[in-house]
């Protein structure tokens, strides 16, 4: 188990890394980590999140925000942004622990194709078989509850919330876990859409193959995803020392 401060900079490392990426939009997006309430118990009704007007690439660990499940701040300098409360809030609530919001531009790309999905034609994208909600119904702003509760209804039990017209959400058991599945799913959107673009039609990984290679890849998601983030942390500590400040 992860003490706060190890929980804070892992958050703020995800925020560091996703801007290098080019996943970062204006001071929009968010990203958020369930953690203990005052008295230590997981309820789901307290999370830290990325500060509203900060770019990703200035995020610290200490500047993160701490709200609560009404959207109150209890640490922190600043405010949190409205959307990214009623997106967060509800699926806290539901129990996941971390969320990952973004509108990074090949995932998102998808996103806005009449009846597209990430199809199984590369490597990447057979670690999502079975693991993807799809949502196409696009209803403006997240301005309320009920927008954040339709969200969670149509996540369901996968990992990954593709949302028509808009982004993506990622979520885990831990920000190491959401961020990796953050990373290789743009990975595989990137290769169909440059496929894509080709005009010609995309080639199918036989379904028992595709199977075959999720089952090899699935009990070692986490170990992967534990991996490439220890990475990430190792880079940020050497270059952008003051992430975990």
């Not at 990203?31 to 830290?48: I, K, Q, R, Y």
Request: some cysteine; aromatic content about 8%.
């Amino acid at each position: 188990m992860l003490s706060y401060a190890d929980e804070r900079a892992d958050l703020a490392a995800a925020l560091r890394w996703a801007a290098r990426l080019g996943f970062q939009e204006g001071v929009d997006n968010h990203f958020s980590l369930a953690v203990p309430d005052a008295d230590g118990v997981f309820t789901g009704n307290t999370f830290l999140v990325n500060p509203y007007g900060l770019f990703w690439s200035e995020v610290t660990a200490s500047s993160l925000v701490l709200c609560d499940g009404s959207g109150t701040v209890i640490e922190g300098d600043h405010e949190v942004e409205t959307t990214a409360f009623f997106i967060h809030a509800p699926m806290h609530t539901a129990q996941v622990r971390a969320v990952l919001h973004t509108h990074m531009p090949y995932a998102t790309a998808l996103s806005l194709l009449d009846g597209v999905r990430l199809e199984m034609v590369q490597q990447n994208a057979l670690l999502f078989l079975d693991r993807i909600a799809y949502d196409d119904a696009y209803n403006g702003f997240a301005l309320d509850k009920a927008e954040g509760e339709r969200m969670v209804e149509a996540l369901g039990d996968r990992a990954v919330l593709m949302l028509g017209g808009h982004g993506v959400v990622t979520t885990g058991d831990t920000v190491a876990e959401a961020f990796a599945d953050l990373y290789y799913l743009e990975m595989a959107a990137r290769a169909q859409v440059l496929a894509m673009s080709t005009g010609r039609p995309l080639r199918p990984i036989p379904e028992d193959i595709a199977r075959k290679t999720a089952a090899q890849a699935k009990p070692e998601l986490a170990l992967v995803a534990e991996r490439y983030f220890d990475a990430i942390k190792r880079t940020l500590r050497r270059e952008e020392p003051e992430t975990f400040g």
